[in-house]
């Protein structure tokens, strides 16, 4: 298994520009969800979903669009983008049952907003 | 907002030491997990607690869970150049679906 994969790895946007983040899992976890990393401040959920279908806001979802349409996708849309958005972003997921809350988190996306 | 408490932010140790590290809530929780970060990756699992009062190892980390929720503890024995990276503690509420992280703990190992 492929686990968790995240592209791109790296990534440089003027502000306004938009683009999306690709997230896939192959271990047929029913739960994933988005986190942005800046300094000190730990991971924070941006959104999450439960299932196909199925999204909902985390702690900072502002500016940032979801959507799952299969189990194994889950990608982050930056509408327009802003230098407040520059973090390293990840993505994570679990099984919904039983270990739900052992995420397991892709290597991360680093974005840059100038 | 944030709800965990990690402590300390940062710890700079000779190799061979070893490590304690705790976090705190003012709520309870039913779930708490650790995790490390090495340096340009994403966190890796380190421990999951279930129960109050729980004490699980791997290898040489060993975490608690605290008897009154609130609280959760990770211990290092004999550290290693490679322990070196960020520690986070995570948690989760009752039906919450969803962590909520720590700011982590930074590791820093004298050779």
């Known amino acids: 298994n492929a686990g968790v994969t995240q592209t791109p790895k790296f990534q440089v946007l003027k502000t306004g520009q938009s683009m999306t983040l690709q997230c896939a899992q192959d271990?047929?976890?029913?739960?994933m969800s988005w986190y942005r990393q800046d300094p000190g401040m730990g991971l924070r959920l941006i959104h999450y979903s439960v299932g196909a279908g199925i999204t909902d806001q985390g702690e900072v979802p502002n500016g940032y669009n979801v959507s799952r349409s299969t189990t194994e996708d889950f990608p982050l849309r930056l509408l327009s983008a802003a230098p407040s958005q520059t973090s390293v972003y990840f993505c994570?997921?679990?099984?919904?049952?039983?270990?739900?809350?052992?995420?397991?988190f892709g290597p991360g996306t680093r974005l840059t907003v100038t | 907002g944030q709800q965990l408490n990690q402590s300390p932010q940062s710890m700079f140790i000779q190799e061979g030491e070893d490590v304690s590290m705790n976090c705190t809530s003012s709520s309870i929780f039913n779930t708490w997990l650790w995790y490390k970060q090495d340096p340009g990756e994403g966190p890796v699992l380190l421990i999951a607690?279930?129960?109050?009062?729980e004490l699980t190892s791997n290898g040489r980390l060993t975490a608690q869970f605290g008897i009154t929720r609130k609280d959760s503890f990770l211990n290092i024995s004999a550290s290693i150049p490679s322990d070196v990276g960020i520690y986070f503690c995570a948690g989760s509420h009752q039906g919450a679906q969803k962590l909520v992280f720590g700011q982590g703990t930074r590791l820093t190992i004298n050779p």
């Open positions: 994570a997921s679990s099984y919904q049952q039983g270990s739900s809350y052992e995420q397991y």
């Open positions: 607690l279930y129960k109050a009062g």
């Open positions: 271990m047929n976890h029913e739960y």
